[in-house]
């Protein structure tokens, strides 16, 4: 059974903001919450209710909405999802950092909203049944990684090795010879990958501890590839190595 957004609109705009209200009570499975022409009277609405969904205008005054976003990213997998609602297509990059659902560029059409309110939907629905299935089981198999505006799930054994690239993190697989790209840190992606299986030998590279076929004294092979180990990461590296020597 798909799932009931509760969905509050955020834009200091009237006529925008009767728009986006509109459409999400045009919109079965959204429930408007609330309307709100400040990002800092959203704020207080949503410490106060669980959200599901926020439709942000980003140039407001006080706070923008990119600025709200970065203050709710720090309540991790219990913040809303926000998709941007904005005359200005120069925030596009500053969206996807702060883990938006999609980006809405002005004017938009219901069609539009409506294709960004389903991918809100799949999202909700995709970390309710993963949330379900991690209280059922004691040990989770794989990961939810934001690749481009959707929401990957890839296995802990599909994944051979990860490279940090600045903003980004490469994801090398087994499976498929094209890595992916997900816009993270490298400390991020460490905190979510089992200890048990990866272990981080270098500030740009975390390896899967199964997928190493060689060692040598300053690097490790992994298929075709050769991936150093740094000084500050050798000696529990050593240690994982001394279970089997």
Same mark, same amino acid.
């Given at each position: 059974?798909?799932?009931?957004?509760?969905?509050?609109?955020?834009?200091?705009?009237?006529?925008?903001?009767?728009?986006?209200?509109?459409?999400?009570?045009?919109?079965?499975?959204?429930?408007?919450?609330?309307?709100?022409?400040?990002?800092?009277?959203?704020?207080?609405?949503?410490?106060?209710? =669980?959200?599901?969904?926020?439709?942000?205008?980003?140039?407001?005054?006080?706070?923008?909405?990119?600025?709200?976003?970065?203050?709710?990213?720090?309540?991790?997998?219990?913040?809303?999802?926000?998709?941007?609602?904005?005359?200005?297509?120069?925030?596009?990059?500053?969206?996807?950092?702060?883990?938006?659902?999609?980006?809405? $560029?002005? =004017?938009?059409?219901?069609?539009?909203?409506?294709?960004?309110?389903?991918?809100?939907?799949?999202?909700?629905?995709?970390?309710?049944?993963?949330?379900?299935?991690?209280?059922?089981?004691?040990?989770?198999?794989?990961?939810?990684?934001?690749?481009?505006?959707?929401?990957?799930?890839?296995?802990?054994?599909?994944?051979?090795?990860?490279?940090?690239?600045?903003?980004?993190?490469?994801?090398? $697989?087994?499976?498929?010879?094209?890595?992916?790209?997900?816009?993270?840190?490298?400390?991020? $992606?460490?905190?979510?990958?089992?200890?048990?299986?990866?272990?981080?030998?270098?500030?740009?590279?975390?390896?899967? $501890?199964?997928?190493?076929?060689?060692?040598?004294?300053?690097?490790?092979?992994?298929?075709?590839?050769?991936? =150093?180990?740094?000084?500050?990461?050798?000696?529990?590296?050593?240690?994982?190595?001394?279970?089997?020597?």
């Amino acid at each position: 059974m798909s799932v009931t957004l509760e969905c509050i609109a955020v834009d200091d705009e009237p006529l925008a903001l009767g728009l986006v209200c509109a459409f999400i009570e045009k919109t079965p499975f959204l429930n408007l919450a609330g309307r709100y022409s400040s990002a800092v009277e959203a704020l207080q609405m949503i410490n106060s209710k =669980p959200i599901d969904v926020i439709f942000l205008d980003i140039q407001m005054p006080d706070l923008t909405g990119i600025e709200l976003a970065r203050v709710l990213e720090k309540a991790g997998s219990k913040a809303p999802r926000i998709i941007f609602t904005t005359a200005f297509n120069q925030y596009a990059l500053d969206g996807f950092r702060v883990d938006a659902i999609d980006y809405l $560029l002005k =004017p938009f059409n219901y069609e539009e909203f409506l294709r960004a309110a389903s991918k809100a939907q799949a999202y909700v629905e995709l970390v309710q049944k993963a949330s379900s299935a991690g209280s059922s089981e004691p040990k989770d198999e794989y990961l939810f990684l934001k690749v481009e505006y959707q929401l990957v799930r890839i296995a802990y054994d599909d994944i051979l090795y990860t490279e940090g690239l600045k903003d980004y993190v490469k994801v090398h $697989l087994k499976s498929d010879p094209k890595p992916i790209l997900s816009l993270t840190s490298l400390k991020a $992606l460490e905190e979510k990958l089992p200890a048990s299986k990866f272990m981080r030998i270098h500030r740009s590279f975390i390896v899967n $501890l199964d997928k190493i076929s060689a060692v040598t004294r300053n690097t490790i092979q992994i298929g075709a590839t050769s991936i =150093p180990v740094s000084d500050q990461y050798k000696e529990p590296f050593n240690q994982f190595l001394s279970k089997w020597m």
